[in-house]
């Protein structure tokens, strides 16, 4: 039985343990560059005993971010991740750096730059129609991927994360829902999954061999007409054979369409609803309840879907979503995951996984109000944990 404790090999690394930190957006950096209370996040949680811990968000262009105080990977950002990876070596973990673009998910209002989706779309959050990008303007997102890629190596990152997941821009481009286009790009599912596949091949070309590459995928976005768990499956499979990925970390559901499908439990309707500016708020309080669903939270609630691709696959897998102790750790191994990843629990407790290494009872102390989300505008935190 694999111990989800004992050393593992993710592509070029060794990391100490199986259990990843998941990227949830940290906030933290007003300029768009890393502060110390940054690194303070991300050394506590590496403190707590993570074998590797992932920093979001990185966008790999300005117009990539979900707001302008996210950082986007620059020559100017370099030296601030460099000290945020070199505190999380001190500790002993690795470290991921979660790349993107947000795509329909971004907000150009705050960006000032124009959002980006596959076809033609309004967009709520920047009140102004999103820019549909041409063959040409593609190739830019995917060396713009690769140039993230390059700086995130010289950061002293050990990892990348690609974002394939939340209807983030290579989501949206594999959503029929969301891709409506007439080209290369658009149209039957190999051409829907084909910027993901260029993008993790051009990523692997660039630091392959030396950093690991995975990508957070979609096993479905959870809104008729997107992305189904079939086609998910089929680009899995082609992502597999393509070689690029050395792990795939499965999730679900949409930032722009259905965030709840991600984390199940409470939707935190009233504190989601304050962080909109206003023509958004009045828009929420007619649509909120259809727009954040109420899934019931249980222990590994992306189990059933994610089983179906450890079926079919032999690559590296890395099971995400209500992995909060010990049993559920076991479980992920004993089906054959090779990694968990754990996000709001880790928020809520980051020594949450010394704790539970030293004693296998251990609960967690998240109760999944997922009032941490309308956070993200804020500085990331749990409501929960008392200030120190
Ligand atoms: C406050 C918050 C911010 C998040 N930000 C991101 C993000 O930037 N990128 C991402 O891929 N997922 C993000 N997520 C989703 C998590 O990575 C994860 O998929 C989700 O929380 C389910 O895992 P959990 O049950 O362990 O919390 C965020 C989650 C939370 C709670």
């Given at each position: 039985?694999?111990?989800?404790?004992?050393?593992?090999?993710?592509g070029?690394?060794?990391?100490?343990?199986?259990?990843?930190?998941?990227?949830?957006?940290?906030?933290?950096?007003?300029?768009?560059?890393?502060?110390?209370?940054?690194?303070?996040?991300?050394?506590?949680?590496?403190?707590?005993?993570?074998?590797?811990?992932?920093?979001?968000?990185c966008?790999?262009?300005?117009?990539?971010?979900?707001?302008?105080?996210?950082?986007?990977?620059?020559?100017?950002?370099?030296?601030?991740?460099?000290?945020?990876?070199?505190?999380?070596?001190?500790?002993?973990?690795?470290?991921?750096?979660?790349?993107?673009?947000?795509?329909?998910?971004?907000?150009?209002?705050?960006?000032?730059?124009?959002?980006?989706?596959p076809?033609?779309?309004?967009?709520?959050?920047?009140?102004?129609?999103?820019?549909?990008p041409?063959?040409?303007?593609?190739?830019?997102?995917?060396?713009?991927?690769?140039?993230?890629?390059?700086?995130?190596?010289?950061?002293?990152?050990?990892?990348?994360?690609?974002?394939?997941?939340?209807?983030?821009?290579?989501s949206?481009?594999?959503s029929?829902?969301?891709?409506?286009?007439?080209?290369?790009?658009?149209?039957?599912?190999?051409?829907?999954?084909?910027?993901?596949?260029?993008?993790?091949?051009?990523?692997?070309?660039?630091?392959?061999?030396?950093?690991?590459?995975?990508?957070?995928?979609n096993?479905?976005?959870?809104?008729?007409?997107?992305l189904?768990?079939?086609?998910?499956l089929q680009?899995?499979?082609?992502?597999?054979?393509?070689?690029?990925?050395?792990?795939?970390?499965?999730?679900?559901?949409?930032?722009?369409?259905?965030?709840?499908?991600?984390?199940?439990?409470?939707?935190?309707?009233?504190?989601?609803?304050?962080?909109?500016?206003?023509?958004?708020?009045?828009?929420?309080?007619?649509?909120?309840?259809?727009?954040?669903?109420?899934y019931?939270?249980?222990?590994?609630?992306l189990?059933?879907?994610?089983?179906?691709?450890?079926r079919?696959l032999?690559?590296?897998?890395?099971?995400?979503?209500?992995?909060?102790?010990?049993?559920?750790?076991?479980?992920?191994?004993?089906?054959?995951?090779d990694?968990?990843?754990?996000?709001?629990?880790?928020?809520?407790?980051?020594?949450?996984?010394?704790?539970?290494?030293?004693?296998?009872?251990?609960?967690?102390?998240?109760?999944?109000?997922?009032?941490?989300?309308?956070?993200?505008?804020?500085?990331t935190?749990?409501?929960?944990?008392?200030?120190?």
């Amino acid at each position: 039985m694999t111990d989800v404790f004992a050393p593992a090999r993710l592509g070029p690394l060794t990391l100490r343990n199986r259990v990843i930190k998941a990227a949830t957006f940290e906030g933290r950096t007003p300029d768009a560059l890393v502060t110390d209370e940054l690194i303070e996040f991300h050394r506590e949680v590496a403190a707590g005993g993570v074998g590797l811990t992932t920093v979001a968000y990185c966008a790999v262009a300005p117009g990539g971010r979900t707001d302008r105080h996210q950082i986007w990977m620059r020559p100017e950002a370099v030296a601030g991740l460099r000290k945020l990876t070199d505190a999380v070596h001190a500790e002993g973990a690795a470290a991921s750096a979660q790349i993107g673009h947000a795509g329909p998910v971004a907000n150009a209002a705050s960006n000032r730059l124009p959002a980006l989706s596959p076809s033609p779309m309004f967009s709520p959050l920047g009140m102004r129609f999103m820019k549909v990008p041409n063959e040409f303007e593609i190739r830019e997102l995917i060396d713009a991927h690769v140039r993230a890629a390059r700086l995130a190596e010289e950061s002293g990152f050990d990892a990348v994360e690609i974002h394939f997941g939340h209807n983030y821009l290579v989501s949206a481009f594999m959503s029929p829902l969301l891709n409506r286009r007439k080209d290369a790009y658009g149209g039957s599912l190999a051409n829907r999954a084909r910027l993901a596949r260029e993008i993790a091949c051009a990523v692997k070309e660039a630091v392959g061999g030396r950093l690991a590459v995975t990508a957070k995928l979609n096993m479905e976005d959870g809104r008729p007409g997107g992305l189904t768990l079939p086609d998910s499956l089929q680009i899995a499979a082609w992502l597999e054979a393509d070689g690029a990925l050395d792990a795939l970390e499965l999730t679900a559901g949409s930032s722009l369409l259905n965030p709840m499908l991600l984390f199940h439990g409470d939707a935190p309707r009233r504190a989601f609803a304050k962080t909109l500016p206003g023509p958004a708020r009045w828009g929420f309080r007619l649509m909120g309840r259809a727009f954040l669903k109420e899934y019931p939270y249980q222990e590994a609630y992306l189990l059933e879907r994610a089983r179906q691709f450890r079926r079919e696959l032999s690559m590296p897998l890395i099971l995400l979503g209500g992995i909060t102790n010990h049993d559920t750790m076991r479980t992920a191994m004993d089906e054959g995951f090779d990694f968990v990843a754990m996000g709001r629990a880790l928020l809520r407790e980051p020594n949450l996984l010394r704790r539970i290494q030293s004693d296998f009872t251990t609960r967690s102390a998240c109760v999944h109000c997922n009032e941490c989300m309308p956070t993200i505008y804020t500085g990331t935190r749990c409501v929960l944990r008392p200030v120190r």
